[in-house]
Antibody, heavy 122, light 107 residues
Framework: QVQLVESGGGVVQPGRSLKLSCAASGFTLSGYGMHWVRQAPGKGLDWVAVIWYDGSNKYYADSVKGRFTISRDNSKNTLYLQMDSLRAEDTAVYYC???????????????WGQGTMVTVSS | AIRMTQSPSSFSASIGDRVTITCRASQGISSYLAWYQQKPGKAPKFLIYAASTLQSGVPSRFSGSGSGTDFTLTISCLQSEDFATYYCQQYYNYPRTFGQGTKVEIK
């Protein structure tokens, strides 16, 4: 069964760091582009970052550039999002999502995790 | 960044209705558009990519059309399980951007 499971969310103070994980099962993570998408409470979807299927490129939303880092460990079949210098406006459910095609980038997301909540508050 | 604007933001419809949601891009995006459905407390579900290609397993009552700047998602015969919020998303360039969502409610 193809599945993504996020973990690592929680409550964190402004300015602190948090690292999210996304464990893949049923497919090989390294063959796909992988994304993080977030959703603030009661709001719409907000794309955060992508790592290409071959790891050759990473792109970020302007709002997180320089603060967030996307990475993956192919041996663990796991995607990560390192979030530094967190702000109140980063409060959201964070989803990892898989690109629809293996071996090339389309950046449409066919498989989503269940999400992990990040709350930035003092 | 490309701005995606959906209309309407919400509306009410009845089971069996034909409904259409519009998505407009602030610049041309060819056919690099996807649609998603989201129900409360759940992750989004992938419906359509390349503006009109139905993802495997998605009911045929869903269809998409358009290119350039104007796109539509149509549900030909609304079912009870279709009441949800729908989002368009462009993948023409980075950063990827979503529309603000269209909530379809029961009349």
């Amino acid at each position: 069964q193809v599945q993504l499971v996020e973990s690592g969310g929680g409550v964190v103070q402004p300015g602190r760091s948090l690292k999210l994980s996304c464990a893949a099962s049923g497919f090989t993570l390294s063959g796909y582009g992988m994304h993080w998408v977030r959703q603030a409470p009661g709001k719409g979807l907000d794309w955060v970052a992508v790592i290409w299927y071959d790891g050759s490129n990473k792109y970020y939303a302007d709002s997180v550039k320089g603060r967030f880092t996307i990475s993956r460990d192919n041996s663990k079949n796991t995607l990560y999002l390192q979030m530094d210098s967190l702000r109140a406006e980063d409060t959201a459910v964070y989803y990892c999502a898989r690109d629809v095609f293996m071996g090339r980038m389309v950046d449409a997301f066919d498989i989503w995790g269940q999400g992990t909540m990040v709350t930035v508050s003092s | 960044a490309i701005r995606m604007t959906q209309s309407p933001s919400s509306f009410s419809a009845s089971i069996g209705d034909r409904v259409t949601i519009t998505c407009r891009a602030s610049q041309g995006i060819s056919s690099y558009l996807a649609w998603y459905q989201q129900k409360p407390g759940k992750a989004p579900k992938f419906l359509i990519y390349a503006a009109s290609t139905l993802q495997s397993g998605v009911p045929s009552r869903f269809s998409g059309s358009g290119s350039g700047t104007d796109f539509t998602l149509t549900i030909s015969c609304l079912q009870s399980e279709d009441f949800a919020t729908y989002y368009c998303q462009q993948y023409y360039n980075y950063p990827r951007t979503f529309g603000q969502g269209t909530k379809v409610e029961i009349k």
